[in-house]
């Protein structure tokens, strides 16, 4: 009887206890841990580049107990509810949580699966490197350039315009190209010949004539030579699956509402 008397009594205790804990969490009542007021100062030190003294100190933890205070105040209105801005940033927390859930060291061979299925994105542009007369569309490009060509292997003098990016280019891929030139200025560079004067070509700016020196074909890369870029990009490729997995299984549990009538 003693023994059941005693059991009574610890279970009535620790139900107790148990209450006491749940229930002693204070929406009034705000624990600031050593390890945020340490992150703090270690931030503003970084920022300031000295020490915080202890005026400063206080600032610093009083601004994060105003802080906090102020960002309960605001979940008691619900101000959280509309506000796009928190929304997305709250979205961007949990993302980000399930990201970091994927393994940290991925094997050899996980790599090499990534890389074989992606090799397009490790594939290495054609480069080329010409030099070329350029005809501001200002000054009657198109006559000029075509009186300069005709002329270009005669050792006649070409009397062209200075070019923005200057007159020659090396190991520059077809996306540099027309990037600089516009106009799918790049386009000519398909069936080039090498160590030709060819033209005249029209840009974005005017016409040229370019003279191709070196060609140098695309390529894979071996996997060695991009080991770490394909570590990055699989780590990158395991977070969003981890987030789309993670999406997929919560999904079922929402029912979403969109007024089909709606004109937009």
């Known amino acids: 009887?003693?023994?059941?008397?005693?059991?009574?009594?610890?279970?009535?205790?620790?139900?107790?206890?148990?209450?006491?804990?749940?229930?002693?969490?204070?929406?009034?009542?705000?624990?600031?841990?050593?390890?945020?007021?340490?992150?703090?100062?270690?931030?503003?030190k970084s920022q300031v580049g000295r020490n915080p003294n202890d005026d400063e100190i206080t600032?610093?933890?009083?601004?994060?107990?105003?802080?906090e205070i102020l960002y309960r105040e605001a979940l008691l209105?619900?101000?959280?509810?509309?506000?796009?801005?928190?929304?997305?940033?709250?979205?961007?927390?949990?993302?980000?949580?399930?990201?970091?859930s994927i393994p940290k060291a991925p094997s050899y061979d996980d790599l090499s699966n990534y890389y074989n299925n992606n090799k397009d994105k490790y594939f290495i542009d054609p480069k080329y490197t010409f030099t070329?007369?350029?005809?501001?569309?200002?000054n009657d490009s198109n006559k000029r350039s075509k009186e300069a060509f005709l002329n270009i292997d005669l050792n006649f003098e070409i009397e062209s315009d200075p070019f923005f990016l200057g007159k020659n280019f090396v190991d520059i891929?077809?996306?540099?190209?027309?990037?600089?030139?516009?106009?799918?200025?790049s386009n000519y560079f398909d069936s080039i010949e090498l160590d030709k004067w060819l033209g005249p070509f029209r840009s974005a700016f005017g016409h040229h004539i370019i003279y191709v020196t070196s060609y140098q074909e695309g390529f894979y890369p071996d996997i060695?030579?991009?080991?770490?870029?394909?570590?990055?990009?699989?780590?990158?490729y395991q977070k969003d699956m981890a987030l789309e997995k993670y999406l997929n299984e919560i999904k079922s549990e929402y029912k979403i509402y969109i007024n089909p009538d709606l004109q937009i």
């Open 1 to 44: 009887m003693k023994y059941k008397l005693l059991i009574f009594f610890l279970v009535g205790f620790l139900i107790y206890l148990i209450d006491i804990g749940l229930n002693s969490y204070d929406e009034k009542e705000i624990y600031i841990s050593d390890q945020e007021i340490i992150s703090l100062v270690t931030a503003w």
């Open 59 to 67: 600032r610093i933890i009083n601004n994060l107990v105003e802080e």
């Open 77 to 100: 209105l619900g101000l959280e509810k509309e506000d796009r801005i928190i929304k997305r940033r709250l979205a961007q927390k949990i993302s980000f949580l399930k990201q970091e």
């Open 132 to 138: 070329h007369y350029f005809f501001s569309s200002d």
């Open 173 to 185: 891929t077809k996306r540099d190209i027309e990037s600089d030139f516009g106009n799918n200025f």
């Open 224 to 236: 060695n030579k991009v080991l770490k870029k394909v570590e990055v990009d699989f780590m990158l």
